[in-house]
């Protein structure tokens, strides 16, 4: 009885120990930090700056519409990826490329992937060139330093999450219940709607629970395709930590876009879990 | 007379150039009960699919109610499946699974939940409509797969292998529900199974598959008195195969040990095999006198089941078995001893192979 204890103990100790080393302390330290004044008083003064200012709330609501509108499109051109992948190619060697093209970019850095959209988005890039050359529009449009430039650096850097959760949740959906609705008449659209979609929801609300959490929290693609024209929460608490060294008010405002965020992803776990069954 | 419920004309189906269904060719009546039996991997739910439209053939027709189906889509056919595995929807409960089908055909919301009702109630599970398919024993999931497919009211309904997942008991109690079930709403059954005894009891006719061919098709007891040939003879029920040997005159012989037995109304060829069940054997001490043919045994087990014994023994290089009443036995059957197996040559069934 012993042996397999002190096994347990260990191999659980090991993981409590880095997960208190490298998330609880960090996490408590930018914690207590937020609500200590410099001279290392308690205070809420921190949050009050942030809480009662117009400005943070501006910047909260772009950061958040940019994190729902990536999450969106994420689906949107995610879930047809997905069910490409699973459903349609049946050659597997084909899937497996796929995948890998999916994931290659992954191993690569977010500031090369983000400086390579700040070329292809550019004024002289190849995006603009090519929809004046096919006439699609009169002169270059500007993606850099808008939402939308951000926006299609985001949803290109997390669409593999959005792909890989939706994929795996469409192969383990059993086919014979697809084949059972068909079988009691269901059209193949009625098919997908009440079967096949309401059972891909799990892996659905995962990948965009995931996206939308990264979306929200990224640094370095909306710092880049900003253009330094559009402000994002995590550029406000990186300026804190790395130019103005105000650890109470950077802490302060990590917390805030934390809970928030954490609030937000609890409300949609809900309704995902109510939706999905 | 009227055209048959569901008819299957010359139908073939390979899988990657490997032959799965050769030439088959079936019908069913309006409300028949009939059961495609066979070992796994003959073929039995492949023609199964083929008739609920999730394989397409290479050649050949189906036809339901006169009407070509060969290349319908699953959903354009007038017929329901019962899986092996249910395949209820896990994310619904159970009256909207059972209401899924009339909801499709366009059935209101009130309408599609009091059919289901009436479909539950039917199965046995009027109380269980809120409850979800994960919350129910597989005794109850098969009834509510039932369920969502009588509630259709089809012509025709396709059933895999449905209680293979229920204990024997429970199988056996669900095999004589559902046949009762079958003849008071008259729908028409095929019904895959790899259990000859399910088969025999609830099914009208029996198609007998192998290999993808179908090898015999009639009433079960016909099929178990007259198998037509030497793998039926052993799939249903259990069988004493005996050589027979074609004498130069043309008439057979039954070789068993020394004892030659001659026979009449044999097939053409030279390899034949008389089939001689187990129950139509008597064990006797002295050879018996008269007409009754017989050959001498060694006992070599004697198995008690239930009220039935079952005697295996021996003579020459062949082996027997035969099931008599416990009480019938002689005492001095025993192990190791010798006795006479007495039959009437009337009982035997000579086929090929």
Known sequence: ???????????????????????????????????????????????????????????????????????????????????????????????????ILLIVPLFTSNIVRSFGWMVLLGRNGLVNEALVASGLVGRPIRFLGTELGILIGLVYILLPFIVLSVGNGLAKIDETLEQASADLGARPSATFWNVTFPLSLPGLMAGAVMVFMLAISAYVTPALLSGGRITVFSMLIFQQYSSVFDFNYGGALSITLLVLSLALVAVASRIGEARGG | ??????????????????????????????????????????????????????????????????????????????????????????????????????????????????????????????????????????????????????????????????????????????????????????????????????????????????????????????????PRSRFVADFIGDANMLPCVRAADGRVTMAV?????????????????????????????ERPAGGAAAFPVAIEKVIHVGSDAIVVMRCGDVALTCRVRSEALDDGIAVGAQAFAAFDPASLHIVAG
Not at chain 2, 275 to 280: A, G, I, M, Q, S
């Open chain 2, 1 to 226: 007379m009227t055209s048959p419920l569901l008819e299957i004309d010359a139908l073939t189906k390979a899988f990657g150039g490997q032959s799965v269904l050769t030439d088959i060719s079936l019908t069913v009546a309006q409300g028949e009960f009939v059961a495609l039996l066979g070992p796994s991997g003959c073929g039995k739910t492949t023609l199964l699919r083929c008739i609920a439209g999730f394989l397409i053939p290479e050649s050949g027709h189906v036809r339901i109610a006169g009407t070509d189906v060969t290349a319908l889509a699953p959903y354009r056919r007038p017929l329901n499946t019962v899986f092996q595995n249910y395949a209820l929807f896990p994310h619904l409960n159970v009256t909207d699974n059972v209401a899924y089908g009339p909801r499709r055909q366009g059935a209101s919301r009130t309408e599609a939940a009091a059919r289901a009702q009436d479909a539950l109630t039917l199965v046995g599970l009027a109380d269980f409509g809120a409850r979800f398919p994960r919350e129910l024993s597989g005794g109850q999931q098969q009834r509510v797969a039932l369920a969502r497919a009588i509630v259709n009211k089809p012509m025709l309904l396709l059933l895999d292998e449905p209680l293979s997942a229920l204990d024997l008991k429970l199988r056996k109690r669900v095999q004589l529900e559902l046949k009762q079930l079958q003849e008071k709403l008259g729908i028409a059954f095929v019904f895959v199974t790899h259990d000859q005894e399910e088969a025999m009891t609830m099914a009208d006719r029996i198609v007998v598959m192998n290999g993808g061919r179908i090898e015999q098709i009639g009433r079960g007891q016909d099929i178990y008195r007259a």
């Open chain 1, 1 to 99: 009885m012993a042996a397999p204890y002190r096994t347990v103990a260990l191999l659980i100790g090991g993981s409590v120990i880095f997960f208190a080393a490298f998330f609880v302390a960090p996490m408590t330290v930018v914690a207590l930090a937020s609500i200590s004044s410099k001279d290392g008083a308690l205070t809420l003064a921190q949050y009050a700056r942030i809480l009662l200012d117009q400005y943070h709330w501006d910047v909260l609501w772009v950061t958040f519409r940019l994190g729902a509108l990536t999450t969106i499109a994420g689906v949107l051109i995610g879930y047809p990826l997905a069910w490409y992948l699973v459903r349609v190619v049946r050659w597997s060697a084909w899937r497996r490329v796929c995948i």
């Open chain 2, 257 to 285: 040990g020394s004892a030659l037995i001659p026979l009449g109304g044999a097939p053409a060829g030279s390899d034949l095999t008389a089939v001689l069940r187990p129950e139509d054997i008597m064990l006797m001490r």
